[in-house]
């Protein structure tokens, strides 16, 4: 069997048919989060990219809008990002701010490089996105002799006062400034011999500057996926933490160093909105893994984006770190203050739905408990306190599907986090996935599953040593 239910997620984003990976250009404009991604209308599988197009108000409940960027001579849409320009500094607007999409043109090109072309395009929009302009003059950025040339990440720097391009090259990224979004400035490469490295480019960079909690220190992040790799593990997406000073970009952490945005599977190409009130860094990201993206079951479409997170930055004691919170789901309310000591398993009540929920665990050194979101018989995550360190394993196993993808997408991970008194969970349960934060949001981890429910409340299993529920509430998803 290679279908799942038609029943669509509650609380994530799905195209209306077809195929999706990539979000782009996400924007925040009058009142609106503009959510473009990569599309393909006409197929459940990757093929020629269109930018869909959808808006929301609350980053819950989706409008479907027209595709906005269609293939042309030039090639097919890539990824890319959108920015207000606020001061018409483009000459395209000059009437009252409008929207330009900066994308990748994507194109065959037998005998170079590795078989194709890839240069910077813009579009731009005075209808709060609903039609797109190409700009007649496209590429702004020619092709500098590599293939892998793409997913332009645009910002304005209010220090430089320039229009900031972070571009993905190869195995680096390359920073363009510009001062009116048309003519553009090599400045710098970033990359070689820092973080990680696989077989396959890197891809859809995304450079913003966060306070760091509790200081008024402030750092830069730079986001970085790595996708199609031959490791098992897959596509992954990694952040950089350092300084940015208009052209160049340097790493506070030894070049060795690898910080990972999500310990899942299931977290790619993730990417900030542009503009968001009250200077707020929300991010969203492809909910799949290059590794089966293309066989995952499904029937009228394949494809969907992650809840949204509210990013910040921590000082911990191996330096700056990030933090995630969910945003904008319905918040628990049946929360339980009283203690529960569990002698072998705890269960809430049993009704289905898709869930957000966050539960306080005291475990005694020694102890192992398994946490299952949506069938108590089969474990989701397996948590173990050993010394001053949480282990946490990753478990994984698909119920649907055929051979080969089964072979590609079960799975048993394990990764760890410092403990530091008891340990925080918080989760989102929907169709088909499964978003955890633990420690705070120090740690994320993001699963697809194939299951036909959307969730079941939080169901945990002791194993051995001693457990102290501190601390749950659970609440269904509007």
């Known amino acids: ?18 195929w999706l990976n990539d979000p782009n250009g996400l924007v925040f404009f009058e009142g609106e989060y503009h959510l473009f991604y990569q599309y393909h209308p006409d197929s459940l599988v990757w093929g020629p990219m269109h930018w869909g197009h959808a808006v929301t108000r609350d980053l819950v409940n989706w409008e479907h809008l027209d595709i906005a960027l269609w293939p042309d001579a030039l090639g097919t849409c890539f990824s890319g990002s959108a920015v207000v320009d606020i001061n018409n500094t483009s000459g395209l607007f000059p009437d009252k701010p409008g929207l330009v999409a900066i994308y990748t043109c994507h194109r065959d090109a037998p005998g170079f490089d590795r078989g194709y072309i890839e240069e910077q395009c813009i579009a731009y929009s005075h209808d709060n996105g609903r039609s797109w302009i190409k700009y007649a003059k496209n590429p702004v950025i020619s092709t500098i002799g590599k293939s892998d040339f793409r ?6 720097h209010e220090a430089s006062q320039h229009w900031i391009m972070s571009l993905a090259v190869s195995q680096e990224v390359h920073f363009y400034r510009s001062s009116n979004l048309l003519d553009w400035e ?71 160093t690898i910080l990972l945005m999500d310990e899942g599977r299931d ?83 049993t009704d289905t739905g898709a869930r957000t929920g966050y539960a306080h665990l005291n475990l005694a050194t020694g102890t192992s408990v398994e946490l ?21 394993d990753i478990l994984r196993a698909s119920a649907q599907g055929e051979a080969t993808f089964k072979g590609l997408f079960d799975h048993h991970y394990s990764c760890e986090l410092p403990a530091t008194g008891s340990l925080r969970l918080e989760w989102t349960t929907d169709q088909n996935s499964l978003e955890v934060l633990l420690g705070g949001g120090l740690m994320s981890i993001t699963q697809l599953v194939t299951c036909s429910e959307a969730g079941a409340p939080l169901h945990i299993r002791r194993l051995e040593g001693e457990c102290l529920l501190e601390e749950h509430a659970e609440a269904l998803i509007a």
Not at 372 to 392: G, H, I, N
């Open 372 to 392: 299952s979101f949506f069938d108590p018989a089969s474990a989701d995550l397996r948590v173990t306190l050993d010394e001053s360190c949480y282990r946490f």
């Open 1 to 18: 069997m290679n279908t799942l239910t038609d029943t669509r997620p509650k609380a994530h984003f799905t195209p209306p048919a077809g």
């Open 186 to 256: 090599f400045c710098s490469r970033f990359g070689e011999g820092h973080g990680a490295h696989t077989a396959h480019p890197w891809e859809c960079p995304d450079l913003f500057q966060l306070q760091v909690e509790g200081t008024t220190e402030k750092r830069w992040v730079l986001l970085i996926g790595l996708g199609a790799s031959e490791e098992a593990f897959g596509s992954f997406t990694q952040y950089f933490v350092g300084e940015f000073d208009g052209k160049n970009f340097i790493n506070e952490n030894q070049p060795e």
């Open 267 to 349: 977290f790619y190409a993730a990417q900030s909105w542009s503009d968001a009130p009250e200077k707020q860094r929300l991010a969203i990201a492809w909910m799949s893994n290059w590794k089966y993206a293309n066989q995952f079951p499904a029937s009228s479409y394949r494809g969907s984006m992650s809840s949204a997170r509210t990013l910040t930055l921590s000082q911990q004691r191996d330096g700056v770190r990030m933090k995630q919170q969910f945003s904008a789901l319905t918040a628990p309310t049946n929360q339980l203050s009283s203690s529960v000591l569990i002698n072998d398993t705890w269960c809430a009540e």
């Open 151 to 156: 997913d332009p990440k645009v910002f304005w």
